[in-house]
């Protein structure tokens, strides 16, 4: 079985403060993938990022970047500088038995 | 190009009635997932159609059931609706259906079971 853990359920910070999103997974698996989702306040799931477990390194894309660790089964997501259009709940995912399994999510609000 | 399409976006019923949502994939897109989220169950896989055939499913009743045509629009069917059946259903688009593949997702159909 898989499971994905947001143990974060709702962060709030001020416009310009960095946000860390943990994310915590487990499967027997030896090959998976792992996705970040963001869904603002219209609904639509967007895709943020893609990683096999093949590759630890970290990723950076803008103000957003990813750390990696299959040491502890974790695939955190920060968001440097955040701005009130990061608001939105964020989803960590799990894919290694052709299912993509979601965690609970966590809330972000940026507050200007 | 276009992203995923859903219809309706909104929907009211009334117990036991039965309602059929669409889904049109991205141009390419040969899969299409199914999700229900809920405040209480969050994101929950419904099922997978890839070249018409179901591939995977959720744990869901079979009440929940859905089709895939030949030009990869996919419809899913909710029959004798319960109130416990107001969700949003997201619908999702790959090109594949390989482990892995990144899927892409349409704006919802909000269903509210009255």
């Known amino acids: 079985a898989q499971k994905v853990t947001q143990a974060q359920t709702e962060i709030s910070v001020v416009e310009k403060e960095d946000v860390t999103l943990d994310c915590v997974y487990e499967t027997r698996d030896t090959t998976y993938y792992l996705f970040w989702y963001k869904q603002p306040p219209s609904g639509e799931l967007v895709f943020l990022i893609r990683?096999?477990?093949?590759?630890?390194q970290n990723e950076i894309s803008g103000r957003y970047s990813w750390n990696f660790q299959k040491s502890t089964s974790s695939f955190n997501f920060t968001i440097t500088a955040s701005q009130v259009v990061d608001s939105a709940v964020y989803f960590c995912a799990l894919s290694s038995d052709y299912k993509l399994s979601f965690g609970a999510g966590t809330t972000v609000t940026v507050r200007a | 190009k276009a992203g995923v399409t859903q219809t309706p976006r909104y929907l009211i019923k009334t117990r036991g009635q039965q309602v059929t949502l669409s889904c049109s994939p991205i141009s390419g897109h040969r899969s299409v997932s199914w999700y229900q989220q809920t405040p209480g169950q969050g994101l929950q896989f419904l099922f997978e159609y890839f070249s018409e055939t179901q591939r995977n499913k959720g744990n869901f009743p079979g009440r929940f059931s859905g089709r895939q045509f030949s030009n990869s629009r996919s419809e899913m069917n909710v029959s004798t609706l319960e109130l416990g059946d107001s969700a949003l259903y997201l619908c999702?688009?790959?090109?594949?259906?390989?482990?892995?593949?990144?899927?892409?997702f349409g704006p919802g159909t909000r269903l509210l079971v009255l």
């Open positions: 999702a688009s790959s090109l594949g259906t390989g482990l892995g593949e990144t899927q892409y």
């Open positions: 990683r096999n477990s093949f590759d630890e």
